[in-house]
Nanobody, 124 residues
Framework: QVQLVESGGGLVQPGGSLRLSCAAS????????MGWFRQAPGKEREFVAA????????YYADSVKGRFTISRDNAKNTVSLQMNSLKPEDTAVYYC?????????????????WGQGTQVTVSS
């Protein structure tokens, strides 16, 4: 069992930056692929970024590639999402997720545990 708690959301102007963090409970954090998803009002939850067990492999949605960076610290049981050059269309609730298998890390079905989410609003 893994419990995930996101933090770092808020209101930011277009072009600004935010850093989301996700703290995980348990001693097996390094055995999970970690991912970030987002869900805007009236839309389905969509993949944003994922990172492999050791951090050696990362994956990004085309819409955030070059602007967002995912990273993890296995010693601290945390995964982060650095978001730069934010756009209004990045507005959503952002969710952290953990996957035992790395076979479907770009889909919601590939994840076993989810956090409660943190709101990110990009607006002037």
């Amino acid at each position: 069992q893994v419990q995930l708690v996101e933090s770092g959301g808020g209101l930011v102007q277009p072009g600004g930056s935010l850093r989301l963090s996700c703290a995980a409970s348990g001693r097996t954090f390094s055995r999970y692929y970690m991912g970030w998803f987002r869900q805007a009002p009236g839309k389905e939850r969509e993949f944003v970024a994922a990172i492999s067990w050791s951090g050696g492999n990362t994956y990004y949605a085309d819409s955030v590639k070059g602007r967002f960076t995912i990273s993890r610290d296995n010693a601290k049981n945390t995964v982060s999402l650095q978001m730069n050059s934010l756009k209004p269309e990045d507005t959503a609730v952002y969710y952290c997720a953990a996957a035992i298998s790395g076979s479907r890390v770009t889909t919601t079905r590939g994840y076993d545990y989810w956090g409660q989410g943190t709101q990110v609003t990009v607006s002037s």
